[in-house]
């Protein structure tokens, strides 16, 4: 998901697909990759419509998304701004 593959450059869309692997594909053979591209589009749409995320305040990225910035964020940055200290 980077273009040099540090895990740093994009924690979310890391975190996101870390999530979509272990909690959903990785618990299932598919006997083609038809049937993988299916489960997947199926899971994207549960992962952002219906599973509520403690970083969302408990909403779905969907309704965070069509609320903001009324939902407060709770997911932590990782992105250090030129002027900051170094994360221990």
């Given at each position: 998901?980077?273009?040099?593959?540090?895990?740093?450059?994009?924690?979310?869309?890391e975190r996101?697909?870390?999530?979509?692997?272990?909690?959903?594909?990785?618990?299932?053979r598919?006997?083609t990759?038809?049937?993988l591209?299916?489960?997947?589009c199926?899971?994207v749409?549960?992962?952002?419509d219906?599973?509520p995320?403690?970083?969302?305040?408990?909403?779905t990225?969907?309704?965070t998304h069509?609320?903001?910035?009324?939902?407060?964020r709770?997911w932590?940055t990782y992105?250090?701004?030129?002027?900051?200290?170094?994360?221990?």
């Open positions: 998901m980077t273009e040099n593959g540090d895990p740093l450059e994009n924690p979310i869309a996101v697909n870390g999530i979509i692997k272990e909690e959903y594909l990785n618990h299932y598919y006997p990759i038809n049937d591209e299916e489960k997947l199926q899971v749409l549960l992962y952002n219906e599973r995320h403690s970083s969302c305040s408990m909403f990225p969907t309704k069509e609320q903001n910035p009324a939902i407060k709770n932590k992105y250090r701004s030129e002027n900051s200290a170094p994360v221990p």
